[in-house]
């Protein structure tokens, strides 16, 4: 019986990728490399279909729900144990080309799939880059973003916008929606900062977005749009504009120097 917005059964299948996500933790401490890897590939597999639409799509859209949600833990053990995955390329090529699918139809069918696609999303790059281990190509990162910004100020679909919104946050190291939260940071922090690119604009990153200094212009007009989204946006996706401002804040404590993004009018408030 195909499954239907909200039923019980989307949730039972999204819980199942998430516990099946949330087993690396214990299968990394143990020592099980095989059976870990093989979680992270079945959770990127299913990804990979739901975007491609093939098979039951309400069975597919389900179970990625909660995909979304556990691979970046996935990932992270992967990179840290050292286990090579070349599904991660292929992953990252996927996700740039879905994310621009839903911006291009505007689609609002599976709702809350997309909004976690979205949030997945943005965490999945945040854990690529905070690893310092695995360098993403610099067009994939700010076409995803680009993809972000747009579906965040969709005003007819606020789950959407949501999802588009907590990305957003969330490429920037937020973690929300992270099933182990990561630790908290300081911009002034000299020992999270590790090798950078500099100032030098190279084709590939690997260092988080806010403590790239080659990013930083890029960074900073991305926060400015943000504000301005909270100040002048529609009504609908105000709140949610303020919200990822508020993760930002509270992720890199007292770290952020937002002095550039008061030079917009209205930006005292935050």
């Known amino acids: 019986m195909p499954f239907k917005k909200f039923e019980e059964g989307t949730w039972t299948l999204a819980g199942l990728a998430i516990a ?3 087993s690396v933790t214990a299968l990394e401490r143990i020592g099980l490399l095989e059976p870990l890897s093989k979680v992270t590939s079945l959770l990127i597999k299913v990804a990979d279909m739901s975007q491609k639409n093939d098979g039951n799509k309400d069975l597919l859209n389900s179970f990625a729900l909660g995909a979304y949600i556990s691979l970046p833990l996935c990932m992270k053990a992967c990179l840290r144990l050292q286990i090579p995955r070349e599904e991660f390329d292929s992953l990252i090529a996927d996700i740039q080309d879905y994310m621009i699918s839903v911006k291009s139809t505007g689609s609002s069918a599976f ?3 997309k ?3 979205c949030i997945g999303s943005g965490n999945v790059f945040s854990i690529l880059l905070s690893l310092r281990t695995y360098k993403l190509q610099r067009s994939s990162i700010f076409s995803v973003i680009e993809s972000l910004k747009s579906l965040a100020v969709c005003n007819n679909d606020e789950l959407l916008s949501l999802g588009g919104f907590v990305g957003l946050a969330n490429v920037l190291g937020a ?3 992270l099933l182990i939260p990561e630790p908290k940071y300081r911009i002034d922090d000299s020992e999270s900062l590790g090798n950078m690119n500099g100032a030098v604009e190279s084709i590939n990153i690997c260092a988080p977005l806010l403590y790239e200094t080659s990013c930083k212009e890029y960074v900073q007009t991305l926060l400015q749009y943000i504000v301005s989204t909270a100040i002048k946006g529609f009504d609908r996706t105000k709140p949610n504009a303020w919200l990822t ?4 804040r509270r992720t890199f404590m007292k770290g952020i120097d ?7 009018p209205g930006a005292s408030k935050l």
Do not use: Q, V
């Open 20 to 22: 099946l996500g949330s």
């Open 111 to 113: 709702p809350e799939y």
């Open 115 to 117: 909004m976690a696609a």
């Open 175 to 177: 973690g929300t929606a």
């Open 245 to 248: 401002l508020a993760l930002i």
């Open 258 to 264: 937002m002095k550039d993004i008061y030079l917009i």
